[in-house]
């Protein structure tokens, strides 16, 4: 993929395993249990994009689509001013838009094209990508549908990322494997549609305290090496 830029994470460790950051023109998905940081990563990955290219972000806007509620301005703030960033400006340069169902979430992507044209838009944070689709279509008898509008979503998505340049970090829930008796009884949410539809997959998983523990899987080019970071009061940190 050509003229692909990179977003710091703000954690070195975890730039490491990326090969720099988050990259535009893909789609990261970041999966793990709840509190293991794929909200508090979203947001500080909206702050970064805000910083200059030597600063390692993109001095460009993020769009945050909060699904769950869970969008915390002052934590935002929090954030913006530990990266020398002015609180208020932070957050002004955060488009956040709730979505209230998947065919909401959805039409927000389809109009989001209007907004990037306008604004310098460096990222698309989609928190959580799944949650509607999975609770609106329950069990095997709507899989087939619930697939096909993701995988609708998810080609959207990086169609976007690839003509505007910009990068999509989607967060994604784990769901347990009961079948499995060896190995981890716990596996991404969305299937195929999303295993194949994320450019990169990001693993986080809990450590002691506020310690957590993040690989990347599924991915022939990347080792599947382990690296730990905090959070913290100043947000997500080495
Ligand atoms: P879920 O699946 O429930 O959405 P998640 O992966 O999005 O979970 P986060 O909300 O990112 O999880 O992480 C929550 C955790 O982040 C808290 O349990 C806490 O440990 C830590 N955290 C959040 N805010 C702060 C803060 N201000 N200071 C220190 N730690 C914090
Ligand atoms: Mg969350």
């Known amino acids: 993929r050509r ?5 710091s994470t703000g954690v070195k460790s975890l730039d490491e395993l990326l090969g720099g950051g988050i990259e535009t023109k893909a789609i990261t998905e970041l999966v793990g249990e709840f509190g293991s940081g794929k909200t508090q990563l979203c947001h500080q990955l909206s702050v970064m994009v805000q910083l200059p290219e030597d600063k390692g972000g993109l001095k460009a806007k993020a769009l945050y ?3 769950e509620n869970t969008f915390r301005p002052e ?4 954030m913006a001013k530990y ?9 002004k ?3 956040y838009a709730r979505a209230y169902n998947s065919d909401h979430q959805m039409m927000i992507i389809e109009e989001s094209k209007k907004i990037i044209e306008k604004e310098n838009i460096g990222l698309i944070v989609i928190d959580s990508l799944v949650a509607h689709f999975r609770s609106e279509y329950p069990g095997r008898e709507n899989l087939a549908e619930r697939q096909q509008k993701l995988n609708h979503h998810i080609a959207q998505l990086l169609r976007i990322a690839d003509i505007y340049n910009v990068a999509v970090v989607v967060t994604n829930q784990v769901v347990a494997q009961p079948d499995v008796f060896f190995g981890n009884p716990l596996k991404p949410a969305g299937g195929n549609v999303i295993a194949h539809g994320a450019t990169y997959r990001v693993w986080l998983r809990k450590g002691k305290e506020n310690v957590r523990i993040a690989k990347i899987f599924d991915s022939p080019y990347h080792p599947e ?4 970071f ?3 009061e100043e947000g997500v940190v080495d």
Do not use: C, K
């Open 3 to 7: 003229g692909i830029r990179r977003i």
């Open 65 to 67: 689509v909060d699904t």
């Open 75 to 78: 934590r935002i703030m929090q």
């Open 83 to 91: 990266r020398g960033l002015d609180p208020q400006e932070a957050l």
């Open 93 to 95: 340069n955060i488009l």
């Open 225 to 228: 090496r382990e690296v730990t």
């Open 230 to 232: 905090r959070i913290t």
